[in-house]
């Protein structure tokens, strides 16, 4: 076996001066590291901080220019109804004036017939005089199904008039239950009736489309006129919904 030679002290100076200079090397190269990366730290707060100051500008810039503008006024609100509802009035003849020079129009009652009951020629002979009455009549028109109360004021009246004039007590019983049963019809029943708005330019016109729509729809469902009071009536319920027509009137 070969003996290794023994290093001198020369050597091993050397090689202890060599180590230290490695690890100082090392350590200048961490602290550089070190260095650089608290500057691009130092930069980033720098960055942050004023971008927090611009925006804090901003707002302040923002709340000012708020408080200077002035408030949009509100629109106001109308003051009653007759602002909103587009009929100015009824005239003479029971024509309903439009605003803004809109024209005129009119309401009839169409009479209604059991549909039920009908043959299929009698129905084939109805829808063809329909469709030809929407095929020749071009101006605007409107149709309409309203319930309304039963009216029996007229039968109550000559009931009335009985009762008056009776003598007999049994009879007096029977004329008030009579009474009673068309009172509770009045109050508690309703039917379906059907109106015709006709629409024009001014009164004459209206007439004149009231004769045409007469001329056609004679032969299915001939039109009659109403009276003031059950066009009014009409009008309010188409103006308020939830309303009760007639003696349920609220």
Known sequence: MEEKPVSSGEEILKKVKSNEAKKSGKTRFNEKEIEKQTATVKQLTKKKEKKKVNKN???KQSKKEKKNEKPEKRKMAKRSITEIIPIIDMDDDGLIELKDNQGFYDI???QSKDVYSMNDEETRFDIYNLSHF???YHNSIKFLAINFPVNTTKQQQFIQKKIDKCKSTLYEKFLI??????QFLEWGRTNREYFVFIFG???????ERVQSVKRYLQRIAPISPIDENKKIEILYKLNNQNSKLGNKLS
């Open 134 to 136: 929407y095929q020749a």
């Open 57 to 59: 500008q901003k707002t």
């Open 108 to 110: 009839w009652q169409l």
């Open 177 to 182: 239950q009579k009474m009673t049963e068309l």
């Open 201 to 207: 330019e001014n009164q004459h016109i209206v007439n």
